[in-house]
């Protein structure tokens, strides 16, 4: 049996890669993608904490997190999408029209 | 050593390694490659913790349904010429680095606090379909019928911006 602890700081750590990517790169895709990672760090850490003190709950917070994830890669892949058809570029930095 | 560490281990250098694939790869296929190997870790983790219905529940949502959209949106996007020319952004980006590393150093402040306090931990919950599904429709109905009106928004939400104007 794994501590909780290991499983917390590994989904600390992946959090962090997750973090690290959206900060570094240029690319909306890649962006998107650490976003995953980030929440999949949590669903980690939603898991072990549940399995740490005995409950469900745990779980059926990850259950409700893979649904907002799968609208909000959705919703966020048509956005790309339609930036892509307007400006035939892609990269976050030039995207500053609502810049003050 | 038990057999059930030296699984987590290799499981958690293949989860950080497939991460850092994500993130360091110039090209968004490599990306959304090692983000499959990723989420199948991550399944494999639950699997670990008895949470079975999660790990079924992430290799078809994410690896099925989520992967599969990324490679089509990447297909459309032709990749390749995005990060190139130059980065005017250059020195926030080396300051994210430390940024970063501080959010580590906080989070695990902040974990190892509410970690190695309270009592030992008890048995743990079988996390089959059986149990899952009793909490979501009991203690959870109302939060599950919102996120079915979530899953119909954002299908709308997207036929509305995928839409090509006529006009």
């Known amino acids: 049996m794994v501590p909780a602890a290991y499983?917390?700081?590994?989904s600390a750590v992946?959090?962090?890669?997750?973090?690290?990517?959206v900060l570094v790169r240029r690319n909306p895709l890649i962006i998107f993608m650490s976003i995953e990672i980030m929440l999949n760090a949590a669903n980690l850490a939603f898991v072990a904490f549940g399995q740490r003190h005995g409950s469900?709950?745990?779980?059926?917070?990850?259950?409700?997190?893979?649904?907002?994830?799968?609208?909000e890669v959705a919703v966020g892949l048509a956005i790309i999408v339609a930036i892509f058809r307007l400006r035939r570029r892609l990269s976050v930095d030039e995207l500053s029209l609502m810049r003050g | 050593m038990t057999a059930g560490l030296i699984a987590f281990w290799i499981l958690a250098v293949m989860a950080v390694g497939s991460a850092v694939g994500v993130v360091l790869r110039r090209n968004p296929i490599h990306s959304a490659l090692f983000l499959v190997v990723h989420l199948a870790t991550l399944a494999a983790f639950f699997l670990k913790m008895r949470a079975e219905?999660?790990?079924?529940?992430?290799?078809?949502?994410?690896?099925?349904?989520?992967?599969?959209l990324f490679v089509f949106a990447i297909m459309v996007l032709i990749p390749g010429r995005e990060e190139s020319?130059?980065?005017?952004?250059?020195a926030q980006r080396l300051l994210a680095v430390p940024v970063a590393g501080l959010l580590?150093?906080?989070?695990?402040?902040?974990?190892r606090s509410t970690?190695?306090?309270?009592?030992a931990a008890p048995a743990a919950v079988p996390g089959g379909v059986d149990a899952i599904g009793r909490a979501l429709f009991t203690d959870y109905l109302f939060p599950f019928e919102v996120?079915?009106?979530?899953?119909?928004v954002a299908l709308v939400g997207v036929m509305a911006l995928a839409k090509r104007r006529t006009a």
Do not use: E, K, N
């Open chain 1, 7 to 10: 499983y917390v700081g590994l």
């Open chain 1, 14 to 21: 992946l959090f962090v890669i997750g973090a690290l990517g």
């Open chain 1, 56 to 71: 469900i709950d745990g779980q059926a917070l990850v259950f409700f997190v893979l649904c907002v994830a799968a609208a």
């Open chain 2, 53 to 68: 219905f999660l790990a079924t529940a992430q290799v078809i949502v994410y690896a099925g349904a989520i992967a599969v």
């Open chain 2, 85 to 90: 020319g130059p980065d005017r952004l250059r």
């Open chain 2, 104 to 111: 580590f150093v906080l989070l695990a402040v902040m974990l």
């Open chain 2, 115 to 119: 970690l190695f306090s309270g009592a």
């Open chain 2, 147 to 152: 996120t079915s009106v979530l899953l119909l």
